[in-house]
Antibody, heavy 118, light 110 residues
Framework: QVQLVQSGAEVKKPGASVKVSCKAS????????MHWVRQAPGQGLEWMGI????????NYPQNFQGRVTMTRDSSTSTVYMELSSLRSEDTAVYYC???????????WGQGTLVTVSS | QSALTQPASVSGSPGQSITISCTGT?????????VSWYQQHPGKAPKLMIY???KRPSGVSNRFSGSKSGNTASLTISGLQAEDEADYYC??????????FGGGTELTVL
Protein backbone atom coordinates (compact mmCIF):
# COMPACT_ATOMS: atom_id res chain seq x y z
CA GLN A 1 0.00 0.00 0.00
CA VAL A 2 1.13 3.53 -0.69
CA GLN A 3 2.70 5.25 2.30
CA LEU A 4 4.35 8.62 2.77
CA VAL A 5 6.19 8.84 6.08
CA GLN A 6 7.55 12.21 7.13
CA SER A 7 10.25 13.16 9.59
CA GLY A 8 9.47 14.31 13.10
CA ALA A 9 8.60 17.66 14.60
CA GLU A 10 11.20 20.43 14.61
CA VAL A 11 11.77 23.54 16.67
CA LYS A 12 13.89 26.23 15.04
CA LYS A 13 15.01 29.76 15.83
CA PRO A 14 14.22 32.66 13.54
CA GLY A 15 16.70 32.88 10.69
CA ALA A 16 17.52 29.19 10.74
CA SER A 17 16.66 26.55 8.13
CA VAL A 18 14.65 23.36 8.39
CA LYS A 19 14.72 20.27 6.20
CA VAL A 20 11.74 17.92 6.23
CA SER A 21 11.85 14.47 4.66
CA CYS A 22 9.12 12.35 3.13
CA LYS A 23 9.85 8.68 2.48
CA ALA A 24 7.64 6.97 -0.08
CA SER A 25 6.83 3.28 -0.31
CA UNK A 26 4.34 0.99 -2.01
CA UNK A 27 4.73 2.39 -5.52
CA UNK A 28 7.33 3.31 -8.12
CA UNK A 29 8.83 6.49 -6.66
CA UNK A 30 9.90 8.05 -9.94
CA UNK A 31 6.50 7.71 -11.59
CA UNK A 32 4.67 10.30 -9.49
CA UNK A 33 5.31 13.96 -8.83
CA MET A 34 5.19 15.18 -5.23
CA HIS A 35 3.77 18.41 -3.83
CA TRP A 36 4.54 20.12 -0.55
CA VAL A 37 1.71 21.87 1.27
CA ARG A 38 1.71 23.69 4.58
CA GLN A 39 -0.93 24.70 7.08
CA ALA A 40 -0.35 27.35 9.72
CA PRO A 41 -2.24 26.92 13.01
CA GLY A 42 -5.96 27.53 12.45
CA GLN A 43 -5.34 28.47 8.82
CA GLY A 44 -5.92 26.93 5.41
CA LEU A 45 -3.74 24.89 3.11
CA GLU A 46 -0.99 26.60 1.13
CA TRP A 47 0.79 25.15 -1.89
CA MET A 48 4.58 25.33 -1.55
CA GLY A 49 5.80 23.67 -4.70
CA ILE A 50 6.22 20.54 -6.77
CA UNK A 51 9.08 18.17 -7.51
CA UNK A 52 9.45 15.54 -10.20
CA UNK A 53 11.22 12.63 -8.48
CA UNK A 54 12.33 11.31 -11.85
CA UNK A 55 14.52 14.19 -12.99
CA UNK A 56 14.46 16.37 -9.89
CA UNK A 57 12.88 19.36 -11.64
CA UNK A 58 10.96 21.69 -9.37
CA ASN A 59 8.58 24.61 -9.45
CA TYR A 60 7.79 26.97 -6.62
CA PRO A 61 5.21 29.72 -6.23
CA GLN A 62 6.56 33.23 -6.24
CA ASN A 63 6.06 33.76 -2.53
CA PHE A 64 8.46 30.91 -1.70
CA GLN A 65 11.05 31.38 -4.43
CA GLY A 66 14.49 31.92 -3.01
CA ARG A 67 13.56 30.38 0.36
CA VAL A 68 12.42 26.86 -0.47
CA THR A 69 14.38 24.03 -2.04
CA MET A 70 12.93 20.64 -2.89
CA THR A 71 15.20 17.70 -3.63
CA ARG A 72 14.93 13.95 -3.90
CA ASP A 73 17.02 10.84 -3.31
CA SER A 74 15.82 8.12 -5.63
CA SER A 75 18.00 5.52 -3.92
CA THR A 76 15.88 5.85 -0.77
CA SER A 77 12.61 7.00 -2.39
CA THR A 78 12.71 10.15 -0.31
CA VAL A 79 11.87 13.74 -1.12
CA TYR A 80 13.04 16.68 0.94
CA MET A 81 11.77 20.19 1.51
CA GLU A 82 14.16 22.77 2.94
CA LEU A 83 12.91 26.17 4.01
CA SER A 84 15.42 28.84 4.94
CA SER A 85 15.40 32.22 6.71
CA LEU A 86 12.65 30.98 8.97
CA ARG A 87 10.34 33.45 10.68
CA SER A 88 7.54 32.98 13.16
CA GLU A 89 4.96 32.99 10.35
CA ASP A 90 6.53 29.76 9.04
CA THR A 91 5.24 27.89 12.07
CA ALA A 92 2.99 25.30 10.46
CA VAL A 93 2.36 21.66 9.71
CA TYR A 94 4.13 20.70 6.51
CA TYR A 95 2.75 17.91 4.32
CA CYS A 96 4.10 16.03 1.35
CA UNK A 97 1.44 14.71 -1.02
CA UNK A 98 1.67 12.47 -4.06
CA UNK A 99 0.23 13.67 -7.35
CA UNK A 100 -2.04 11.02 -8.81
CA UNK A 101 -3.17 11.13 -12.42
CA UNK A 102 -1.17 14.30 -12.94
CA UNK A 103 -3.51 16.65 -11.16
CA UNK A 104 -4.73 15.64 -7.73
CA UNK A 105 -3.21 14.74 -4.38
CA UNK A 106 -4.16 11.15 -3.72
CA UNK A 107 -1.86 10.25 -0.82
CA TRP A 108 -0.59 12.49 1.95
CA GLY A 109 2.10 12.21 4.55
CA GLN A 110 1.15 12.47 8.21
CA GLY A 111 2.48 16.01 8.47
CA THR A 112 5.48 17.52 10.23
CA LEU A 113 5.05 20.34 12.72
CA VAL A 114 7.72 23.01 12.40
CA THR A 115 7.76 25.58 15.18
CA VAL A 116 9.78 28.75 14.76
CA SER A 117 10.40 30.46 18.06
CA SER A 118 13.16 32.39 19.74
CA GLN B 1 -1.44 33.80 -7.42
CA SER B 2 -4.40 34.47 -5.14
CA ALA B 3 -6.24 31.80 -3.21
CA LEU B 4 -9.51 30.56 -4.64
CA THR B 5 -12.57 31.97 -2.87
CA GLN B 6 -14.68 29.69 -0.69
CA PRO B 7 -17.31 30.56 1.91
CA ALA B 8 -15.79 30.50 5.37
CA SER B 9 -18.54 28.30 6.71
CA VAL B 10 -21.65 26.39 5.74
CA SER B 11 -24.05 24.35 7.80
CA GLY B 12 -26.85 21.87 7.34
CA SER B 13 -28.96 19.40 9.22
CA PRO B 14 -28.57 15.64 8.93
CA GLY B 15 -30.14 14.36 5.73
CA GLN B 16 -30.02 17.72 4.00
CA SER B 17 -27.80 18.71 1.07
CA ILE B 18 -25.23 21.48 1.06
CA THR B 19 -23.07 23.00 -1.64
CA ILE B 20 -19.67 24.63 -1.22
CA SER B 21 -18.51 26.97 -3.94
CA CYS B 22 -14.97 27.63 -5.08
CA THR B 23 -14.48 30.70 -7.23
CA GLY B 24 -11.33 31.31 -9.18
CA THR B 25 -10.48 33.06 -12.41
CA UNK B 26 -10.17 32.33 -16.09
CA UNK B 27 -6.51 31.52 -15.38
CA UNK B 28 -7.20 28.63 -13.05
CA UNK B 29 -10.63 27.10 -12.41
CA UNK B 30 -12.05 28.50 -15.63
CA UNK B 31 -9.28 27.18 -17.84
CA UNK B 32 -8.76 23.65 -16.62
CA UNK B 33 -10.91 20.73 -15.52
CA UNK B 34 -8.33 20.02 -12.84
CA VAL B 35 -10.21 20.97 -9.70
CA SER B 36 -10.07 18.61 -6.75
CA TRP B 37 -11.66 18.71 -3.31
CA TYR B 38 -10.27 17.63 0.05
CA GLN B 39 -11.86 16.89 3.38
CA GLN B 40 -9.87 17.55 6.53
CA HIS B 41 -10.86 16.55 10.04
CA PRO B 42 -9.12 18.28 12.96
CA GLY B 43 -5.56 17.11 13.44
CA LYS B 44 -5.65 14.91 10.37
CA ALA B 45 -4.15 15.08 6.90
CA PRO B 46 -6.49 16.09 4.09
CA LYS B 47 -8.32 13.37 2.17
CA LEU B 48 -9.13 13.45 -1.53
CA MET B 49 -12.89 13.50 -2.13
CA ILE B 50 -13.30 14.66 -5.75
CA TYR B 51 -10.81 15.02 -8.60
CA UNK B 52 -10.95 16.43 -12.11
CA UNK B 53 -14.05 18.44 -11.17
CA UNK B 54 -16.50 15.58 -10.76
CA LYS B 55 -14.75 12.22 -10.41
CA ARG B 56 -14.94 10.29 -7.18
CA PRO B 57 -12.02 8.16 -5.94
CA SER B 58 -12.71 4.59 -5.00
CA GLY B 59 -14.07 4.40 -1.48
CA VAL B 60 -15.57 7.88 -1.36
CA SER B 61 -19.30 7.94 -0.77
CA ASN B 62 -21.52 8.78 -3.74
CA ARG B 63 -23.11 11.41 -1.51
CA PHE B 64 -20.21 13.61 -2.60
CA SER B 65 -20.35 15.15 -6.06
CA GLY B 66 -18.59 17.93 -7.91
CA SER B 67 -19.34 20.27 -10.78
CA LYS B 68 -18.04 23.39 -12.47
CA SER B 69 -19.51 26.33 -14.30
CA GLY B 70 -17.24 29.00 -15.68
CA ASN B 71 -14.80 30.11 -13.02
CA THR B 72 -16.67 28.46 -10.16
CA ALA B 73 -16.43 24.86 -9.02
CA SER B 74 -18.81 23.34 -6.51
CA LEU B 75 -18.86 20.45 -4.08
CA THR B 76 -22.24 19.06 -3.09
CA ILE B 77 -22.80 16.73 -0.18
CA SER B 78 -26.19 15.09 -0.09
CA GLY B 79 -27.76 13.17 2.79
CA LEU B 80 -25.58 15.06 5.27
CA GLN B 81 -24.17 12.94 8.09
CA ALA B 82 -22.47 13.89 11.33
CA GLU B 83 -19.18 12.44 10.07
CA ASP B 84 -19.18 14.94 7.21
CA GLU B 85 -18.45 17.74 9.66
CA ALA B 86 -14.97 18.88 8.65
CA ASP B 87 -13.08 21.52 6.69
CA TYR B 88 -13.21 21.33 2.90
CA TYR B 89 -10.69 22.74 0.45
CA CYS B 90 -10.75 23.09 -3.31
CA UNK B 91 -7.53 22.92 -5.32
CA UNK B 92 -6.94 23.90 -8.91
CA UNK B 93 -4.22 23.88 -11.48
CA UNK B 94 -3.33 27.47 -12.38
CA UNK B 95 -1.07 27.01 -15.38
CA UNK B 96 2.73 27.09 -15.70
CA UNK B 97 3.12 24.21 -13.23
CA UNK B 98 1.50 26.15 -10.43
CA UNK B 99 -1.38 25.23 -8.17
CA UNK B 100 -3.67 27.08 -5.81
CA PHE B 101 -5.91 26.13 -2.88
CA GLY B 102 -9.15 27.66 -1.80
CA GLY B 103 -9.27 29.32 1.59
CA GLY B 104 -11.26 26.44 3.06
CA THR B 105 -14.83 26.01 4.26
CA GLU B 106 -15.87 24.77 7.68
CA LEU B 107 -18.90 22.50 7.45
CA THR B 108 -21.07 22.20 10.53
CA VAL B 109 -23.70 19.49 10.78
CA LEU B 110 -26.39 20.88 13.05
Amino acid sequence: QVQLVQSGAEVKKPGASVKVSCKASGYTFTNYYMHWVRQAPGQGLEWMGIINPSGGSTNYPQNFQGRVTMTRDSSTSTVYMELSSLRSEDTAVYYCARVGGGSYLDYWGQGTLVTVSS
Amino acid sequence: QSALTQPASVSGSPGQSITISCTGTSSDVGSYNLVSWYQQHPGKAPKLMIYEVSKRPSGVSNRFSGSKSGNTASLTISGLQAEDEADYYCYSYAGNSTWVFGGGTELTVL
